[in-house]
């Protein structure tokens, strides 16, 4: 999950820091990560953690991410390593955090499209139409963000 939404110039594997110390995951980490987001009352109670996801999955690791982001800027704070200081600056990164929001948006409606594409009884037609429809959503979120906007990004 960090690698997918990590920015350029983020620790990441091969980096030659020890990205593999701070994520989450680690069963010690896993776990102490698991406490502080139950005693915070998040709507979650862990991120989804799965290195090889299907991409419809991804979307949905995505939104646990944003949605518990809150509750992981306070654990990498209460962490007192380099590895989660890199982490948590860029967690706080501005543009890193629009990215991802963007990401999050992007994979919800790949998703909406992907289950509407599925399922039997469907002409070629109407499947023609749903890309289509996908298509006029896409050139709506470009003049949404042209425009500043942001109607139809949520997150």
Not at 37 to 63: F, I, P, T
Not at 77 to 85: G, L, V, W
């Amino acid at each position: 999950m960090w690698a997918l939404t990590s920015p350029r110039g983020a620790p990441q594997r091969g980096d030659g820091e020890n990205y593999e110390n701070y994520q989450p995951h680690q069963s010690t980490q896993h776990r102490l990560f698991r406490k502080f987001v139950l005693e915070s009352q998040a709507s979650h109670d862990d991120l989804l953690l799965h290195n090889d996801m299907r991409w419809l999955s991804k979307g949905k690791a995505l939104e646990r991410f944003v949605e518990l982001r809150a509750q992981v800027v306070d654990f990498l704070k209460q962490s007192k390593s380099k590895a989660a200081a890199d982490h948590l600056r860029v967690m706080q990164d501005t543009l890193y955090v629009c990215n991802v929001a963007f990401l999050t948006d992007i994979f919800s409606h790949l998703n909406t499209l992907n289950l509407q594409l599925q399922g039997k009884g469907k002409s070629v037609v109407d499947l023609v139409e749903k890309l289509d429809a996908f298509g006029n959503k896409l050139d709506l979120f470009h003049a949404d963000l042209l425009s500043g906007r942001l109607l139809h990004l949520t997150h």
